[in-house]
């Protein structure tokens, strides 16, 4: 007998999805482009983790961009762009999520050792970030290809016009499909928390020794501080969607075919997906709180001045009667900065 699927059907995920990603579009947008900026400006005056800073700033960016093309789905339930389109913007969700991932334990390793080991990093090349930073990459692009894939199926006649969540997921031998996702959570998510989890004990463990001096001991706190951080941030953001994922496989998969089993998980794993697209915008917010350097560069008389001039130039634009609005001006200030720079 074929399970119904619209009989079990939950209209809340869409509508939620759509509210959700609507508020994380604007300050996610503006946040990342501002931690860009600021990361752009010194970056020849640390070598803290910039470059790992950098890249976790443009995968939330690049997540963010991909949300106006959700909106409009979710809330037109039709996809007019294209199967390929629709396949790419599912598949740069999870390449996204997982790059932010591993930049966030880049970024934690990196001050750790920074911190533990000062000699023997201070002189290290940013160009090993760069390096680990590719590699990133190019291993999360290859193990989120199991995403898509799952999607791809055969029946073209009732999926033309549906994407994201209404993609249907290929029948896989149950053993393949647990396999999958045991080694997505242990990689993905198990694996980076336990990461993080040991640098924050070892940080603590640190703050301990009593041949430490008050210098150290201060660099030390703000190390944990940022490190602690990261760590509940990271629990927050990532663990609901690792915990409902598994289940929210074999609702789509149709293994759990009881309805109000099916609704509750849907619900669960809609507002675990909304948490972890919620990364995008709390981490401009963590380089304010957790990096002193991000916090000078904000603060600094050179940004008063870059916001000067650019009033001088929205005065002489506006006397030749062009209307420049809001968000011209702050890509024009961007623009005048990094040139400067």
């Known amino acids: 007998m074929e399970f119904n699927v619209d009989k079990c059907k939950n209209d809340f995920s869409k509508r939620f999805y759509a509210i959700t990603y609507t508020i994380i579009l ?34 939330d960016l690049a997540q963010v961009l991909s949300l106006p093309l959700r909106i409009f789905y979710y809330l037109s339930e039709t996809w007019h762009f294209g199967k390929g389109l629709c396949m790419f913007f599912f598949y740069l969700k999870y390449v996204n999520m997982y790059a932010s991932i591993y930049f966030l334990v880049c970024i934690s390793v990196r001050r750790f050792l920074f911190l ?29 290809l199991p995403f898509p894939l799952l999607r791809l199926t055969s029946n073209e006649t009732n999926i033309s016009t549906k994407c994201f969540v209404d993609l249907p997921v290929k029948d896989v031998d149950p053993k393949i499909s647990i396999l999958i996702m045991t080694m997505g959570e242990l990689l993905g998510f198990v694996t980076p928390l336990l990461i993080i989890l040991y640098c924050s004990w070892k940080t603590i463990l640190s703050l301990r020794e009593k041949n430490s001096i008050s210098h150290d001991l201060g660099e030390k706190r703000k190390a944990l501080k940022m490190i602690l951080t990261f760590a509940v941030v990271f629990l927050l953001c990532f663990a609901p969607y690792h915990i409902s994922f598994p289940l929210d496989f074999f609702v789509k998969s149709h293994k759990i075919q009881d309805c109000y089993t099916r609704k509750v998980i849907l619900i669960l794993h809609s507002v675990a997906l909304c948490l972890a697209s919620l990364n995008s ?61």
Request: charged share 15%.
């Open 26 to 59: 604007v300050p996610g947008l503006i946040g990342n482009v501002l931690a860009l900026w600021v990361f752009y400006g010194y970056m020849k005056e640390t070598k803290r983790a910039v470059i790992f800073m950098i890249n976790l700033a443009i995968a």
């Open 281 to 341: 915008c709390v981490d401009p917010v963590l380089y304010y709180f957790t990096t002193d350097e991000f916090r000078r560069r904000l603060s600094r008389q050179d940004l008063q001045d870059s916001i000067q001039l650019h009033n001088t130039s929205y005065v002489q634009y506006s006397a030749y009667g062009q209307s420049v609005t809001q968000l011209q001006i702050c890509i024009y200030l961007i623009i005048i900065k990094i040139v400067r720079n």
């Open 116 to 144: 533990m080991y000062p000699f023997r990093f201070t002189d290290c090349k940013r160009i090993f970030d760069v390096y680990i930073s590719v590699a990133g990459w190019v291993v999360v692009c290859i193990g989120c």
